[in-house]
């Protein structure tokens, strides 16, 4: 509900409970969500660089592929890993890389502010 755009109040006055509570609850499932993304990538054996709980990304280094990479959770999709690849289109405008997640590709926008 918070990443809906509600406060806190208004999700404490929804469920009948108290703001301590929903704040309680947020910070577990952020700390849980932590855990999880980290877990993954020390199971895929890469280097965290940073760690964004609130937006589920993880974003990291992977060593031997010599690739960096991102994990990402949603409830749609779960927890996937993306390996960037340093390919460039110049017919567009901005730059552009490929980023693999098996068994899907896409191809994603980029600037210097998310590499």
């Given amino acids: 509900m ?3 755009g509600l406060s806190v109040a208004s999700i404490a006055d929804k469920l009948r409970s108290t703001r301590h509570f929903v704040n309680q609850t947020k910070l577990a499932a952020e700390a849980k969500l932590s855990t999880t993304l980290l877990e993954v990538a020390q199971t895929n054996d890469l280097q965290v660089t940073r760690l964004y709980p609130k937006e589920a990304i993880l974003l990291g280094y992977h060593p031997a592929l010599k690739r960096k990479a991102i994990v990402t959770y949603s409830t749609n999709h779960g927890i996937k890993v993306w390996y960037w690849h340093g390919y460039v289109f110049p017919e567009f405008k901005r730059d552009v890389k ?3 997640s098996f068994p899907e590709s896409t191809v994603v926008p980029v600037n210097e ?3």
């Fill in 2 to 4: 918070i990443g809906r």
């Fill in 98 to 100: 490929i980023v693999d």
């Fill in 113 to 115: 502010d998310n590499v």
